[in-house]
């Protein structure tokens, strides 16, 4: 259960840098904020699932509870290590997306500017 939240992390990984390599090359469009909004969504929906599962499998991989052999605890802290992974991946994808987001709004601003000084250069009262 914990690992097949891989592959989203790693489509949503993609989708990011696909989305970051255009707003680097300033080919970011106005929509393309709209989409980093759904990728971190996106996130912010496997988070709070792993959020329950990480509470859970650290309980058990401390050993809390009487139950859990020496065996199984070595799997139960294995299992924790990978959700700890995923949750520390997440929070780096969040910042990502919002790095992805500034730069895309700070051309969408830049794009703005530019055709406000062309408005105001053809506008009548220039013309005096």
């Known amino acids: 259960m914990v690992d097949s939240h891989a592959p989203i992390l790693s489509t949503i990984e993609d989708r990011l840098e696909h989305l970051s390599?255009?707003?680097?090359?300033?080919?970011?469009?106005?929509?393309?904020?709209?989409?980093?909004?759904?990728v971190r969504r996106s996130l912010v929906r496997v988070r709070r699932a792993l959020a329950?599962?990480?509470?859970?499998?650290a309980a058990l991989s401390r050993r809390e509870h009487g139950f859990i052999?020496?065996?199984?605890?070595f799997y139960f802290r294995d299992i924790s290590d990978h959700i700890y992974r995923q949750y520390e991946s997440i929070e780096s994808l969040r910042e990502l997306a919002q790095s992805v987001m500034e730069v895309q709004l700070a051309l969408v601003e830049q794009q703005q500017n530019q055709v406000i000084q062309r408005l105001t250069i053809l506008s009548p009262s220039s013309c005096r």
């Open 52 to 57: 329950p599962q990480r509470d859970v499998l």
């Open 21 to 38: 390599i255009l707003a680097s090359r300033g080919n970011g469009q106005g929509g393309d904020i709209n989409k980093v909004v759904t």
């Open 69 to 73: 052999t020496s065996k199984s605890l």
